[in-house]
């Protein structure tokens, strides 16, 4: 008999038993008089109840499993990935520019360095080895020393697999069985004819181009976050003979754990020669990575289906670059018919990497060769480094104290570690913005006690001059600025109060063996000035300022030396609301943030 009052929502355990004791006390069943809780009964409904958790669990974990949003298992994920045709990132190698010189004990005109040969590095407690991919030659010079520049070395360890083919067996798969290999160092070679012939394979991302004598492999995810070889069939691809041996090459690594590393010690002679000179980096190892994540499969699958390997629309280049190079932490592509002045046919690819400090130019023409090969011929792209907006935030937080037990510099603590968290979260990106009043609002809800706060920010561009020397410098702010003017003083020296802060300033510096600073005057010029007798004295005229673009332009500064690594370029901004626009990445440093507190009583 159906009865419509049975519950379809809850399907935990107690209330599935529930629902049976309910349908079973209806007022035409013959158990309608049965103490369910004593009675044998009462074990049969356990067991149906249990049956029926067990049952709806499982057809719900079936039913997210089979769509790619809901999918949770990561053998699951990546099956649906590959009806996208998108390949999942591997383990990426950290790898590292040396430089070292080698004195040959006879004379030599050149040395080869062999694929494979090793270095160690230490970072912690643990070991790490890194080595060549390649043979390379280097000549000696006159004196007889063989100068090694900006040798690529790589991190891990070279593998090799090997697999027979068989033809006849069409259920045959070439599984490659070390899950943090680098798929970017696998290459695949064919020993045909009883190892007479041997065929180099390359890999191929799509059919275009592709005829039937055409040498790729293609290559997928596989179980257990592995990977297969994947061979044509004669129509697409050329099929390796039967009986041949497939070979297959690959690095395996450790991943992001070596990146930092920076110093380097060979392992055994070159070629003989073992009198090196000290190995020095240009740059910190950098770029290992682990395998991708589950939520970033999900993530980038679709949207690398939908440019099918084609830079199109801005969003295609980052798209792109991100999926395949792990070491971008964040990236920002834009028309030249953006820049200023315009660069019609270029697309500008603004690359931030993850724990360098700067991108190698070795790394930009990796991403460069990378996208040129999928972009429109009528386009370039140009890889450029991306620019900092800075803020300095100052807050006094003012906090209950009859409600808290809190002391002053655990609110301070408190505050500090939700502004860093908010600038992770929020800022630290391209393309970011800063809203005031949401920004005061998490200082707020960073503990019951906090009552209030009175925070101010002010945004800077870090300078960073070489003394004594003329720098010039074109400065974008990316906002509107205030415009407070000083009445004119035809003629005058005199700028403003010592006490007082226009629209554009600096921190101080030593200019002419004293201490002096930059500030403009309202009317779009920028000044060196001191201050003399409590006023600012300009000293001479060093730039021009566009309060509507925010532009500024600087010429002629010459400065005798300023403390720290830097002089902080300060302007106010019409609007509290700040954001970060093209190649411009917003974001708060630690060192940028001073809370204060006030103890109130309420």
């Known amino acids: 008999m159906a009865n419509t009052s049975i519950n379809l929502v809850g399907l935990d355990f107690d209330t599935i038993k529930g629902n049976l004791v309910s349908y079973l006390k209806r007022s035409d069943s013959p158990f309608k008089d049965v103490n369910f809780d004593g009675s044998n009964i009462s074990q049969l409904i356990d067991v149906l109840s249990y049956n029926t958790y067990l049952n709806s669990y499982y057809l719900n974990m079936v039913g997210s499993e089979m769509f790619l949003d809901t999918a949770q298992l990561r053998d699951t994920i990546v099956s649906h990935a590959k009806e996208l045709n998108y390949v999942p990132r591997s383990f990426n190698s950290s790898s590292v520019q040396i430089s070292f010189d080698i004195y040959p004990s006879t004379v030599l005109d050149s040395l080869l360095i062999p694929k494979g040969t ?20 280097f000549n000696s010079n ?109 690095r395996v690594c450790n991943g992001q754990l070596p990146n930092g590393s920076v110093v380097f010690d060979l392992d055994g002679p070159i070629q003989g020669q073992a009198n090196i000179s000290q190995i020095t980096v240009a740059f910190p190892a950098s770029g290992g990575s682990v395998s991708e994540t589950n ?8 949207r690398a289906y939908q440019n099918q390997e084609r830079a199109v629309t801005t969003s295609d280049y980052e798209n792109l670059l991100n999926q395949n190079f792990p070491e ?67 807050t006094n937080v003012s906090y209950n104290i009859n409600t808290t037990t809190l002391k002053d510099n655990d609110i301070r603590s408190l505050v500090l570690n939700t502004i860093s968290q908010y600038n992770i979260s929020t800022l630290s990106n ?14 707020d809800d960073t503990h019951p006690s906090i009552l209030s706060n009175d925070t101010r920010i002010m945004p800077y561009k870090s300078l960073q001059p070489t003394p004594n020397s003329t720098f010039t410098a074109s400065i974008q702010f990316g906002f509107q600025l205030t ?15 010592a006490n007082e802060r226009l629209n554009v300033w600096s921190t101080p510096f030593i200019y002419d063996n004293a201490t002096a600073f930059v500030e403009d005057d309202g009317y779009g010029n920028l000044f060196v000035v001191s201050t003399q007798q409590g006023i600012h004295k300009r000293l001479f005229t060093m730039g021009t300022v566009d309060y509507m673009s925010g532009s500024i332009s600087i010429f002629n500064l010459i400065v005798d030396e300023y403390n720290g690594s830097q002089i902080k370029l300060y302007a106010r901004p019409e609007s509290y609301d700040i954001s970060s626009q093209k190649n411009v990445i917003l974001s708060i440093r630690d060192n940028d943030i001073t809370v204060t507190t006030t103890r109130v009583r309420e």
């Open 118 to 137: 090793s270095f160690t590095t230490k970072l912690g407690s643990n070991n790490y080895s890194f080595s060549t991919q390649d043979n390379l030659v």
């Open 142 to 250: 006159a004196n007889n020393v063989v100068k090694v520049t900006n040798l690529n070395i790589y991190e891990g360890s070279y593998v090799t697999e090997s697999f027979v083919f068989d033809s006849s067996n069409t259920a045959q798969r070439f599984v490659l069985s070390n899950p943090t290999i680098d798929t970017q160092s696998l290459s695949v070679r064919i020993l045909e004819d009883n190892g007479a012939n041997t065929v180099s394979y390359s890999r191929s991302t799509s059919f275009l181009g592709i005829g039937a004598n055409s040498q790729v492999y293609f290559l997928q995810a596989a179980e257990n976050s592995q990977y297969e070889l994947v061979f044509g069939d004669n129509v697409i691809g050329r099929k390796p003979k039967s009986g041949s041996v497939v070979v297959a090459e690959y």
């Open 295 to 302: 939520e970033s499969i999900k993530y980038n699958a679709p």
């Open 328 to 394: 971008i932490q964040a990236i920002s592509a834009y028309g030249g018919e953006e820049a200023d002045p315009p660069q019609y046919g270029k697309v500008y690819i603004a690359v931030d990497i993850e724990n360098a400090d700067g991108t190698p130019e070795t790394i930009k023409r990796k991403f460069y060769d990378f996208i040129k090969a999928r972009s429109p011929l009528s386009i370039d792209p140009v890889i450029i480094d991306p620019d900092f907006l800075f803020v300095d935030v100052s």
């Open 430 to 443: 391209f393309k970011s913005t800063l809203r005031y009043s949401k920004f005061i609002k998490a200082i």
């Open 483 to 497: 415009h407070i003017e000083l009445p004119s003083h035809e003629g005058a020296s005199l700028v403003d109060a």
